[in-house]
């Protein structure tokens, strides 16, 4: 292997520039994942040129640098351990070194005076290799405008440790990491292997401790006052639930805390938040048998190079969609409001004869997954065959979490013993009860036997804690979150094995699910249309900071959802259409799907005619559509709005999308950034009737182009 880089050429290197010429998210492929190690075996080191990580393995191991290449930062302050497990009661380090003599900043003349704890599980060896799939995932090619790979391109390193001689006999702990191709990323999980004679149970776990620098400087002030500072990176665990339509470090996996060690920092009280720990907040409480091995939830780290809005949304958008690909997966969704099989097949036709790709039979159509009458389900296999039969997804919506099925099912509050005045819905079974070991058989058999291609399911998880200690999947308190987390991720991950499609109202990407809310308040949907349409864009404009257009679904209420009456309601379609194809604009023109409820797509010739050629037009575009999006100006209804989506590796390399609410032409003359498209000083602008113009690109990465777009509608302009 290479020698790993001194510390004196690390601080000469030339860094990757942010500038369009050689910016990582214009031009990812130079940025090829290594593990190095160095002369003296010494130090082991995973570095992509845009970040790297050191790890020193000698006399114990542990992380002594974490350096962001991009903007030269160091974000390592202090060594840690790599991580912590607690076993029948005993907290131990996993690697790590002691004597450091402030916790300010970490000096590589330090080094070789740090010391291994004897306490601590030792450094045993290493291997490297390529990243492994998290799960198996089939892809649904015709849903997918790219050909993301899986599993992600990078390399991966384990290291082994042996427990203390005062420790638990033949436990070992494994460590890993992971580093990717062309992203500031790096991943970490362990896992916990018990080769004794007897089992144990492992109470704790730290998967992740690591000691950055400070988010700000304040004297005063406590660790909630530190809330308002950008970090310098992202933290995300896939132990996430609860969260709903947003992600970010509010999850029970991981959390930002105080440093009991650093007693040399500015604030008076000690109080800054610059310990990273990923852990369970409760338990894991875990009994690992002999020979057997548990897994932790694992943790990922993207790092920022900028403090820009849209480029750090950028950064996250990239991490998305390299960790969870099948997110990309966009299909056009019908959800037919009846699930009587006349009704069924009249929308399955319909999708088919306009274009869109997927029927669900919705929230209160009397779809059923929990029946185990065979006609009903000879039905079901009978209306999959035939939506298949016409290049047609089929699947239905399933509550789960967010109702009560009996006093001996539902989560127990600790606090009183009984169900009740604790749970996020207020009440919830448990999914490790008898009842969760039956819902979840009877989802694995429903879709075994079916073959239908798409669950809804409401209410997931939402990571509620269980005192019971008669349910039969959980012991007690301590490991009923972990034992629920697993038995909803386990199936989410075998639907993606399937196939089979997720909508998920809640943050289960990283698990397996392919589509959450792109957030909206649910009776706005019952204001008048007009209404409708700029909220619809706002929350569009909005969501898309963080998602990719593909992972957030809309709503569009063909019929009346939740009142409003006649002003907003769309039935008859015919009778709305121009507010029908504005809705359409909406959402294709920013390669957003949504959930289209009512019992047709269409009710006249003309209707139909619309929304096929809309659909058309969005599949034609599809690939530009459903990249990236660099925010213009938000919806306002005061004057235009517009978003500019952009992908470097397409021939067309930017697709700007300009809505007019207005009552009268505007004509307008944009500024757009167009830094993230990968054009260079000149591009080609081609226009809806295909003429094209030539557009000059300035030294900034931006350009003006003049816009007209007529009264109350949507235009568009690509650029090659």
Known sequence: MPPLLSAAVFLTCTFPS?????????????????????????????????????????????????????????????????????????ASDVG?????????????????????DPEAFQFAGFQTGAIQARFPWKRRAAWLATDPAWPPRGRSLTLDFEAPQSGPAGVRVRVHYEIYDGLPLISKWIEVINRGPTAIVLDRFNAEILATVEPASMVGGTTADFAGFQRSMHVETDYAMGGGM???????????????????QVNYERQTPCLLECSPKLGPGAAIEPGGTF??????ELFYDSTDRERRGLALRRMYRTLAPWALENPLIFHVRSADPVSVRLAIDQAAEVGFELVLMTFGSGFDIESSDAAYLQQLRELGEYAHGKQIALGGYSLLASRSVDAATDV????????????????????????????????????????????????????????????????????????????????????????????????????????????YRETNWSLPRAQQEIIERQNIFDGTWTKTPSMGWMFVPLTEYQGGGAAATIEPLSEHLEHYR????????????????????YDTDATKAMVK?????????????????????????RDLDWILHVNPTLEDKGMLVVFNPLDSEVTRTLRVDLRYTGLGQRARLVAPDESESELIVDA???????????????TWRILR
């Not at 004597?99 to 740090?114: A, M, R, V």
């Open 18 to 90: 942010t500038s369009p010429i050689g910016d990582w998210l214009v031009e990812p492929a130079p940025h090829v994942a290594v593990i190095r190690a160095s002369e003296d075996t010494r130090t082991i080191s995973l570095t992509n040129g845009l970040i790297e990580r050191t790890l020193r393995i000698a006399p114990n191991a542990a992380t002594v640098a974490l350096d962001n290449l991009m903007t030269n930062t160091a974000e390592l302050r202090s060594v840690r351990p790599e991580a912590t497990v607690t076993i029948d009661g005993r």
């Open 96 to 116: 790590g070194l002691v004597g450091q003599p402030i916790h300010n900043y970490l000096l590589p003349e330090w080094l070789d005076h740090l010391t291994a």
């Open 246 to 264: 947003d992600s970010g470090l509010d999850s029970p996996g991981a959390r930002w805390t105080i440093d009991p060690l650093f007693a040399t």
């Open 295 to 300: 897994e932790s939830h694992r943790v990922f």
């Open 412 to 519: 127990i509050n600790p606090a009183t013993g009984a169900p009740g005045g604790f749970a996020t819905f207020g009440n919830s079974p448990c999914l490790s009860s008898e009842w969760g070991a039956k819902y979840f058989g009877k989802l694995y058999a429903f879709y075994s036997g079916t073959q239908l291609d798409v669950l809804e399911h409401d209410g997931s998880y939402p990571g509620d804690v269980c005192g019971s200690t008669a349910h039969a999947g959980h012991r007690a308190l301590a490991d009923s979150q972990w034992t629920q987390w697993r038995t909803i991720t386990d199936f989410y991950k075998w639907c993606r094995g399937q196939g089979i499609y997720l909508n998920v109202p809640d943050w289960y990407y990283l698990s397996g699910s392919s589509k959450c809310g792109m957030g």
């Open 582 to 601: 504005a809705r359409l604009d909406n959402l294709f023109g920013a390669g957003v799907q949504a959930c289209f409820r009512g019992p047709r797509l």
């Open 613 to 637: 050629e809309r659909v058309a037009w969005f599949k034609a575009h599809r690939a530009i559509l459903e990249s990236d999006i660099v925010h213009g100006r938000r919806a306002d209804g």
């Open 700 to 714: 900034d990465g931006s350009a003006s182009m003049e816009i007209a777009v007529p009264a109350r509608s949507m």
